[in-house]
């Protein structure tokens, strides 16, 4: 239209040009057959009323030619008037069947939806197409495109046609062509400047009142369409929330549930949800809008689709496995239930299950509960289950009775079980009374007694046999607490207790003949220097409280005397060993000693408890003491004058 305008324009501009230069020419002011804008040859002879007509008649030419221009203006403010009219035209025969807000925010279906003709408007031809969707990255309901860039577009559209218009009187200006028509006719000065055709109608088209109240009125009315879709679009917000809440709950989360309530909450609602999105509609008329809607339906339902495959995965699996576990349990307790127990033990044992029977089986009834539930959902909502699953399913009721009979039955038989239990233990006692026998024969030997018995091998011996004694103290302890807890009789071995401190004694005894073959040796061929009176003390004190047990539980034994009066003779020896290691003794104090004992302690010869022995120290223990009480004194004082220096 914008080419075809031009064209016009150039053709009546041509028309009304080439009018005027021949009049011109006609009154003798142009000559023609020079060219245009030829002046006659004899200008000067021109009197002052022909220049003076000549004037006026192209004054005249030019004021119609600006009229012309105006018409021109005039007509195309027409044609933006028309055009505003008739869009608004359209646009408000459309925006009277909106639908009301109430209407809009409710769940009521509308008019206009998937292709209803009541709606439709005769004199539109199409729509504007616009989608509501779900956007990908945050799940809200969104319109696409968004009805700012619908504003901006229509904006651009006004400002276009109205730039169109300015082109159309640019492309052929009335005015400038009629002055070039001229050419040097026009006395210099003459012409006048002149406001372009193009910014005139700017200019106009800014001040006309009537253009203005159409744009003003065109804005209302779209801005009505586009509330009302925005309205609309808020009817999807439970979509959204829901569209949300899928998003949220990801695969993880599903495959890691186990509720059966979570589990039907989410089938429960998925199925709702579904009937809610397949009754949305396709397209929905609004105004000057189609507003299609099968894409938030598609992106919905896909998201639905792809949580609930992965529950009707899931759901079946774990009933497969719960099924499998429940009947491996049952499987195992009823064979249990059909054996025959053989030993203590056993029976122990047996009895125990029969009496934990029945927290077993309501354990078993509350998996088997949660399995029906499972199963129940994939009923109610048409979950495929393999039918090998389905059957082991079916078979737990089964399973389980018949465990629920067994039981019964071997609660009967307790009291003959228990009784037969009590006849085992005692089986079993008489041979470990045999065994216990057996032990305290072995440790009553001679040569486990013998001081001429090697040590290390005979608490060996001892420690082996008390190993084998323990074993038979456990199993004591164990039937003990059987008994106790069926309420029986408890058994007592006394042969027992008494081989338990025979053996104890013995062990003891070796211990102590080891501990002082090791002490002695240590004591006599060490440095003298190095003894320790205050661990010799601890030692000895150890072994004297030690051989007083052994001589009560084992008598005055030749071995046990052996060990007392060898504890004994170092014992008297420890006061003087304390005197010869007091630290205060100096150099003179080792003279008196040498005196003594009629000994000179060389540098070269090392002092042992052995030398010291050899000596006779032992004969003049008063001597040694008072010796070194006489160190202990000076050195006491010597500590005190000491102090006094420093104060």
Known sequence: MKEKLKVLRGSAVDTLIDACVNSLAGDGYLNISGGVGARKEEDSSMSFIQEARRRNKIDRL??????????????LMKLLENTYFEFLNVITSCTKLLPDEERLKSDEKLDGADGDDQVFDSDVRSYIEIDIILLNDTGDVAIDPALKIF??????????????????????????????????VIPCGYSKSRVGDAERLSNIIKNSLPIQNYKEELTKELNLNTNAVDLFCKRFGVIETFYKSMRACTEEIIRGNESIEVFRNWCTEYREKEEEIEEIVDTQVLGIFMVHLDGLKTQALSLLFYNRGIIADVIPKIGKSKVDILLSKILDDTTYLDTDPTTADCFANYVEFINDAQRRIDSMEIDGDYVKDLYDITEEFAIPVDPEDFANYLMINVALTSLKIAVADRLKKRDDLIAKFNEQISNDVRKLTDDVSVINELISESWLLDPASEPAICLKTLKDL?????????????????????????????????VRREIHLRILLWECILLWEESSRRWYEGDF????????????????????????????????????????????????????????????????????????????????????EGLGAFAYSQELMNISGRATSEANQEAILNRIDDA
């Open 62 to 75: 030019s004021r119609f030619i600006g009229l012309a221009d105006y018409i021109s203006i005039f007509l």
């Open 151 to 184: 504003h901006l577009i229509i904006s651009k559209i006004q400002n276009h046609w109205e730039k169109c218009l300015r082109e159309i009187l640019e492309s052929h200006p009335s005015s400038v062509r009629f002055d070039n028509s001229l050419g040097s």
């Open 466 to 498: 008390d190993s084998n004694l323990q074993e038979c103290i456990k199993i004591v302890d164990k039937y003990q607490d059987y008994q106790k807890s069926f309420d029986l009789e408890t058994i007592r071995l006394d042969i027992l207790d008494l």
């Open 529 to 612: 220097r190095d003894l320790n009176p205050e661990e010799m003390t601890q030692t000895t004190d150890q072994l004297k409280d030690n051989v007083g047990e052994l001589e009560t539980g084992l008598g005055r034994r030749p071995i046990v005397l052996n060990l007392k009066e060898n504890v004994g003779q170092v014992r008297d020896k420890l006061p003087t060993i304390s005197c010869l290691r007091n630290k205060h003794l100096r150099r003179r104090h080792w003279l008196e000693v040498e005196a003594i004992l009629n000994y000179k302690f060389k540098p070269d010869v090392r002092i042992t408890l052995t030398l010291i």
